[in-house]
């Protein structure tokens, strides 16, 4: 027995009973379903108006040409083995962001220190002038946590860089957390992340699903594993001095 969609009369309204000879007791005889009620809170949208495509804005950093360049207010997460040059790279699209938008990028390190963070910059002939440092120590010496660092990051800001995930947020729930947090803000953020032993990007494979876009960065290349705007995997080489 085949199941009958309900239906209701399209002028009172009514309910169709199941015997019924075609008309309704207001004496209509146009029916029409009856809408499906969407639970509170639950967004249901139409796929027929486009939204505005993803456009890349392009850099001539190694980071952005890998990616086929960086759509701004998004999120990059940047992996590789310790010395791959992953705050390198990053360095290098930051600093051309800033120069980009005009504006400030903000370095939340956990991982160096100043003068360390300072000289990142020099290696691919870029400027460190509009990067500010966010340390993990405060002036009294006391750790800072993620959530205060960003709260030193004004709305405005070009660029974020969290270097590292692992370090900011010891705990899976925590870099979840962090992660959805930078989703939530209007800057480019570009997140570096440790790798295991397995040569994966350390934590949750949640991560890689809360950025919009993932790198790989290697001795000999950078891989793009995933990016919402453009194809991949993509993969280029890197020079010696990259």
Not at 131 to 151: M, T
């Amino acid at each position: 027995m085949s199941h009958k969609p309900p239906l209701r009369c399209a002028v009172c309204l009514r309910r169709r009973p199941q015997l019924c000879g075609g008309y309704c007791v207001c004496g209509a005889t146009v029916w029409e379903l009856i809408p499906h009620e969407v639970p509170p809170g639950i967004v249901v949208e139409s796929l027929e108006e486009r939204s505005a495509p993803l456009r890349p804005t392009h850099f001539s950093a190694l980071l952005s040409r890998a990616l086929g360049g960086v759509v701004l207010g998004l999120k990059v997460l940047v992996g590789g083995a310790p010395g791959a040059g992953k705050s390198t790279l990053c360095a290098e699209l930051a600093a051309q962001i800033t120069a980009k938008l005009d504006g400030l990028g903000y370095w939340l390190d956990a991982e160096q220190n100043r003068n360390l963070v300072q000289e990142l910059f020099p290696r691919t002939g870029s400027s460190s002038r509009n990067i500010r440092l966010v340390s993990r120590r405060s002036g009294s010496g006391s750790k800072v946590g993620w959530r205060d660092a960003l709260q030193a990051v004004p709305p405005d800001a070009a660029v974020i860089v969290v270097d590292s995930l692992q370090r900011w947020a010891r705990s899976y729930a925590e870099q979840t957390t962090l992660l959805e947090t930078v989703a939530t803000m209007r800057p480019t953020v570009l997140v570096v992340s440790h790798f295991n032993k397995a040569g994966q990007f350390a934590g949750p494979m949640g991560n890689e699903y809360d950025v919009d876009a993932t790198a790989i960065v290697r001795p000999k290349n950078i891989e793009v594993t995933k990016c919402r705007w453009s194809l991949c995997p993509r993969t280029i080489e890197r020079s010696m001095a990259s």
